[in-house]
Structures are given as structure tokens and as C-alpha cells.
T-cell receptor, first 110, second 112 residues
Framework: DVKVTQSSRYLVKRTGEKVFLECVQDMDHENMFWYRQDPGLGLRLIYF???????EKGDIPEGYSVSREKKERFSLILESASTNQTSMYLCASRVEYEQYFGPGTRLTVT | GENVEQHPSTLSVQEGDSAVIKCTYS??????FPWYKQELGKGPQLIIDIRSNVGEKKDQRIAVTLNKTAKHFSLHITETQPEDSAVYFC???????????FGTGTSLTVIP
């Protein structure tokens, strides 16, 4: 059974903090993705990675960075959290056409 | 890049009735169109998908149709049940791109 896990379901951070969101998949997929989900805007791609140490910007990369040191793990980093980064963050991995999502991390920045 | 539009944003139906959600896309190179269901507090789950070489696909009470000429595709749910209540997203992807482009979602409520 396909499994994508995210390190936290809920997270509260203060403005200016450095925030790490972790994602792990157990399917040996090469492609992994980070999205943010906001009401009325759907899912917007922040970054994706198609191999270890490889990354590409998505539609809204500003204020974020990523790290992929191992195939199964893809981390999203908020260098200096701001209130406009309060959102639901979804990780996904993909093989061929099918994309599988984790349960999401609801991040609140105060 | 690709632009996917989804309608309606909210939909309420009586239990047992059908529900239809429609999406349009802009890039004629898109060739894969998945539909996701997101229940409260969970990540989106793939429920059905269609590729551009097929016009219709059905899986029990769920079906998807694709009109490549008009660049639109639709999700049809028949005999709706309360557990069908969720947010549904459509998406499109080209065969050369890594990126999926998502619609803005439809919140479906099935009234018992």
C-alpha cells in the first residue's frame, strides 16, 4: 500500500522562525512535490524534486527552499516564517502518472 | 503554462441524485487528467483518472468524460451517498512536464 507521511499534522510557529516540514515516502518514487493549499486557490506547487539533490521551482517558491538528500525524504524549509505562510502544506510523490499525497501539515504562523 | 478552471465551487445534492463537476484546461499538450477527493483533515486521494486517448472511463458510481476538442473533462457521480461529501479537485498534466495543474476545488455536500 502506498504511503506518504508528513512529520506533523499541526504546527504553530512564530514570525521569523526557521521551519522544517518533513515528508517521507516508502515507494521508491523519484518524483516528490510540495504544495500549499489555500481556500479558493486550490493546490499550488512550491517546489518539486525529480531525483536526489535535484530540485525545481514551482509556481510559488518565494520564501521557501527544499532539501532532498535521500530518495525517500523531501524537506520544505521556511527560512524566516511570515504570517502569509499560514496554510495547509501537502507533500506528494509520483510514479509514472499517479500522484500520492500525504495527510498534510496545517501550519500557523503567529 | 497550463490553466485549469473548475466549476462549480460548491454543489449540494440530495442523496441518490447525480453530481457533475466540470473542468476546462488550456494546454492542448495535456494528456492526463486525474480527479482527487479530499475528505476533511486528510490529503487528496486519487479516485479516477483518464488519459487523452480515451473519451470516457467508469468505476462503479464514478465516471469521467474527456472532450479533447473542447478541452474539457467532467466527473460524474451517480447515486450519491453522504460519504461522497468532500472537496473534489481536477488536475491536468502534459506528457513532457513534471507538474500537475489543479483546479480550485468543488465542495460537494450530499444531503441525506
Amino acid at each position: 500500500d502506498v504511503k506518504v507521511t508528513q512529520s506533523s499534522r499541526y504546527l504553530v510557529k512564530r514570525t521569523g522562525e526557521k521551519v522544517f516540514l518533513e515528508c517521507v515516502q516508502d515507494m521508491d518514487h523519484e518524483n516528490m512535490f510540495w504544495y500549499r493549499q489555500d481556500p479558493g486557490l486550490g493546490l499550488r506547487l512550491i517546489y518539486f524534486s525529480y531525483d536526489v539533490k535535484m530540485k525545481e521551482k514551482g509556481d510559488i517558491p518565494e520564501g521557501y527552499s527544499v532539501s532532498r538528500e535521500k530518495k525517500e525524504r523531501f524537506s520544505l524549509i521556511l527560512e524566516s516564517a511570515s504570517t502569509n505562510q499560514t496554510s495547509m502544506y501537502l507533500c506528494a510523490s509520483r510514479v509514472e502518472y499517479e500522484q500520492y499525497f500525504g495527510p498534510g501539515t496545517r501550519l500557523t504562523v503567529t | 503554462g497550463e490553466n485549469v478552471e473548475q466549476h462549480p465551487s460548491t454543489l449540494s445534492v440530495q442523496e441518490g441524485d447525480s453530481a457533475v463537476i466540470k473542468c476546462t484546461y488550456s494546454d492542448s499538450a495535456s494528456n492526463y487528467f486525474p480527479w482527487y477527493k479530499q475528505e476533511l483533515g486528510k490529503g487528496p486521494q486519487l479516485i479516477i483518472d483518464i488519459r487523452s486517448n480515451v473519451g470516457e472511463k467508469k468505476d462503479q458510481r464514478i465516471a469521467v468524460t474527456l472532450n479533447k476538442t473542447a478541452k474539457h473533462f467532467s466527473l460524474h457521480i451517480t447515486e450519491t451517498q453522504p460519504e461522497d461529501s468532500a472537496v473534489y479537485f481536477c488536475a491536468a498534466r502534459t506528457n513532457t512536464g513534471n507538474q500537475f495543474y489543479f483546479g480550485t476545488g468543488t465542495s460537494l455536500t450530499v444531503i441525506p
